[in-house]
């Protein structure tokens, strides 16, 4: 079955750092990847999306790659701010309309 | 404003009372999700609609039902709760499905005694 691993469940880092989250999947041929982020106590919000054909998708300090080789998407957010701390998701779908998460990444940026 | 309502946001009750929880959209969206989240699984998709009076199964819908009569309300039924059904739950909208992004609902907590 299709499955979605993001690489640990929480990543502290130093604010002003650049924090990187990976999601790897298996039995699965995406033709895109979404990342979202989530709050305590309220549901997620989409960021980004990249499509198979996308090598890197950039918006303001958010960067996410997709390497269809590797079966791997990484996300990256540049110049952290203690207002990045969340969970992260990434997900993957079909045109059929299922839809599949990972468990997400709880990241804390420390001032 | 464009949101996804859920009601109740928090509910306790007893095994086996039948209850629903509401999801409505006001973005006129085609397609409807419920998910369940639980620490160490992340986000389970259990039915999805793609369109009115069209619903499917997700990855866990054993235990619930769902209707989507009218476009903007896609109802999430538990006809004979069990505690392990005790969760907290998301409803989410979107354009349709493929690449578009999806909006979630602030979730509805349930615990099921």
């Known amino acids: 079955s299709q499955k979605i691993e993001q690489n640990s469940e929480a990543l502290n880092i130093q604010e002003g750092k650049t924090a990187t989250l990976t999601c790897n999947y298996t039995?699965?041929?995406?033709?895109?990847l979404q990342w979202y982020r989530q709050d305590p106590g309220r549901g997620p919000v989409f960021l980004l999306l990249?499509?198979?054909?996308?090598k890197e998708k950039r918006k303001e300090r958010l960067k996410v790659t997709f390497d269809t080789t590797l079966k791997q998407s990484l996300f990256h957010i540049t110049a952290s701010q203690p207002a990045d701390s969340a969970t992260y998701l990434c997900a993957l779908g079909d045109e059929a309309g299922k839809s599949t998460f990972g468990d997400g990444t709880t990241l804390t940026v420390k001032p | 404003e464009a949101q996804v309502t859920q009601n109740p946001r928090y509910l306790i009750t007893v095994t086996g009372k039948k209850l629903t929880v509401t999801c409505s959209q006001n973005m006129n969206h085609e397609y409807m999700s419920w998910y369940r989240q639980d620490p160490g699984l992340g986000l389970r998709q259990i039915y999805y609609s793609m369109n009115v009076e069209v619903t499917d199964k997700g990855d866990v819908p054993e235990g619930y039902k769902v209707s989507r009569k009218e476009k903007r309300n896609f109802p999430l039924i538990l006809e004979s709760p069990s505690p392990n059904q005790t969760s907290l739950y998301f409803c989410?909208?979107?354009?349709?499905?493929?690449?578009?992004?999806?909006?979630f609902g602030d979730g509805t907590r349930l615990s099921i005694l």
């Open positions: 989410a909208s979107s354009l349709g499905t493929g690449e578009q992004p999806q909006h």
């Open positions: 039995n699965y041929s995406p033709a895109y």
């Open positions: 990249i499509r198979e054909n996308e």
